[in-house]
């Protein structure tokens, strides 16, 4: 249910999402609590994960304690908070669309925002390799990509609610709308390839394994602080309800107030970063993989030239296709019925614990030798909560009453949502363990970045797809005026002007469900068993054969 139901699949995703949002189930692991690939979405956290475990083998007992790097840590964990600021603004910024009664044409193209995070594999060989020497590798590039995210928020605080259309009578700009949040998460992925190298030289060997607690700790909070808390604060009704004694017509915060906020906040941050900062040059990461940005590249062409990787990357590219509509789509039509965007951002919440405890349920099925079993597995019940996502969809509006809705209703969507995120986790850490299975362990980061880019890509595209289709398969019909239609906007302005009403006789949405279902299933049939066939391949079939 996306973008909010109850995370760019792919989006910081988040992914997860991620991807991309509270409750999103467009992306494959949810920004919040994501551990790895999807949730860096483009698998730094390997490398983080990697040196963590490296360090636990290596260092001495009685060695340097973590309080003795306390600052260090928590400035991790503040640089990682703010990187999921802009994470969050983007997810929440689709819910307010439908709340503007946007089309799912301009959804779909919105959705183009949460590509970068899924896409930056594309630019992280230049960000490691160009920098300044005297200024610091790291800080070459967090410091002016910070000092650019904070200027562009407080500058488009003074212009959002006029893309939004808060002005006249004016609809949304999402073309303005879509290039300026790409640029948000464009550079929050720039952000996102600094702080990830800047941490495996920040703390020392002993301490590094931090770097993923705060990895996932941080972006959980700033997420959260960008959609849920926002959310809420817009809302008049939550604020009116729950904050005030006399109810106003405007929630506590508005979008502007929030994007000026947070740029100043991210202006404060990064001036004492580069001033009071200094990179560890005592401490090196380990021996590069790769010997150089045109190395790199080659490297990336060379593995998957092979046949045994094109083979997967094809597979996973299409697996996700039968999960499009529900997942793209479904919290969009919930918003659409009248469920308050802030009580399905609420709704993100008791999902957390869950969230923690899945993958660590999940590893040990699929710890062994055969873990693209479990994804199979799982593939099936992910499809028919498809048509139970449908079904949501279908009662709502049958369940509302004047107050809003029962609190059955929210516990049968909750209940919807941990179902949902059973089955996702186990398609999702099983890909996971299969790509670190794989992976040539003289190549490990790189390949890995690269296994976990095409997975993002493979939820990334089935969701753009899935929302630029909702409206076409839709069916209306001219009510109260004759000889006149609804299939095109300017039919629709003539119906109304001749005094009808444009009534929705089938919601693509449905149809969409169907078809999107039908294809799962067909996938399962016929492709999957080729994709656990994969694990038969012997190890040779996935080592790259370097000539340098």
Known sequence: MSPVTASQEGGRQRRPGSRHHCLDVRSEAQPALALCGDGL????????????????????????????????????????VLQGIPLGLAGSVPLILQSKSASYTDQAFFSFVFWPFSLKLLWAPLVDAVYLRGFGRRKSWLVPTQYVLGVFMIYMSTQVDVLLGDGEGRGPDVVALTVTFFLFEFLAATQDIAVDGWALTMLSRENVGYASTCN????????????????????PSFCNKYLRFQPQPRGIVTLSDFLFFWGAVFLITTTLVALLKKENKELTPTKEETNGITDTYRLLFSIIKMPAVLTFCLLILTAKVGFSAADAVTGLKLVEEGVPKEH???????????????????SKYTAGPQPLNTFYKAMPFRLLLGLEFAFLVWWTPKVKHEGGFPV????????????????????YVAIMAFNAKVSDPLIGGTYMTLLNTVSNLGGNWPSTVALWLVDPLTVKECAGAQDQTCGTTLAAE?????????????????????????????????????????????????KCKRTN
Request: with cysteine; aromatic share 10%.
């Open 344 to 362: 399905l951002a609420l709704l993100a919440v008791p999902m957390v614990p869950l969230q923690i405890i899945l993958p660590l349920i999940i």
């Open 494 to 542: 003539l119906c109304t002007k001749a005094g009808g009403s444009c009534v929705t006789t089938l919601d693509g949405y449905y149809v969409e469900s169907v078809i999107c279902v039908i294809l799962g299933f067909g996938w399962w049939f016929l492709l999957g068993p080729k994709l656990k066939k994969l694990q038969d391949e012997g190890q040779s079939s996935w």
């Open 408 to 427: 059955y209703y929210y516990a049968v969507v909750l209940l919807s949502y941990a179902l949902h995120q059973i089955t996702l986790y186990s398609m």
């Open 41 to 80: 979405a483009g698998g730094e956290a390997e490398a983080l994960l990697a040196a963590a475990e490296e360090a636990a083998a290596a260092a001495p007992r009685g060695a340097r304690g973590c309080r003795a790097e306390l600052g260090s840590i928590l400035l991790l964990l503040v640089l990682y």
């Open 216 to 235: 996932s700790v941080g972006q959980t909070a700033g997420y959260f602080l960008g959609n849920v808390l926002f959310l809420a604060l817009e809302s």
